[in-house]
């Protein structure tokens, strides 16, 4: 079955980078769309990014800016790359997959989303 795993995160500073990855265990180069979501103690579930098919992106106005998410349609793989973190970009970060067409719009929204990875911990202080 299709499987997707994140990995890269960690704890920084604030100011500081990380890149995070998702690996799929199928060809991404037919997904409809790819997302970053995150998930913060206590809170609910925020789309970061998403990217579709057609490399097109958006993103949460949050991380506009200093986040970008990228494709690697060679490898399979999603990344997220964050810059210039807050302490308010600490959650635990999921990449999701989906064929809803709803995806299209640009809306991450996570009801959209069918296949979700495990998490990657993410803290900034």
């Known amino acids: 079955h299709v499987q997707l795993v994140e990995s890269g995160g960690g704890s920084v500073q604030a100011g500081g980078s990380l890149r995070l990855s998702c690996g799929f265990s199928?060809?991404?180069?037919?997904?409809?769309?790819m997302a970053w979501f995150r998930q913060a103690p206590g809170k609910e579930r925020e789309g970061v990014a998403t990217?579709?098919?057609?490399?097109?992106?958006s993103y949460v106005d949050s991380a506009k800016g200093r986040f970008t998410i990228s494709r690697d349609n060679t490898k399979n793989t999603l990344y997220l790359q964050m810059n210039a973190l807050k302490p308010e970009d600490t959650a635990m970060y999921y990449c999701?997959?989906?064929?809803?067409?709803?995806?299209?719009?640009?809306?991450?929204?996570?009801?959209?989303?069918?296949?979700w990875g495990q998490g990657t911990q993410v803290t900034v202080s």
């Open positions: 999701a997959r989906s064929e809803n067409p709803g995806c299209l719009l640009g809306i991450i929204r996570a009801s959209y989303f069918e296949l």
């Open positions: 990217i579709d098919r057609g490399s097109s992106v």
């Open positions: 199928d060809d991404i180069n037919s997904i409809r769309c």
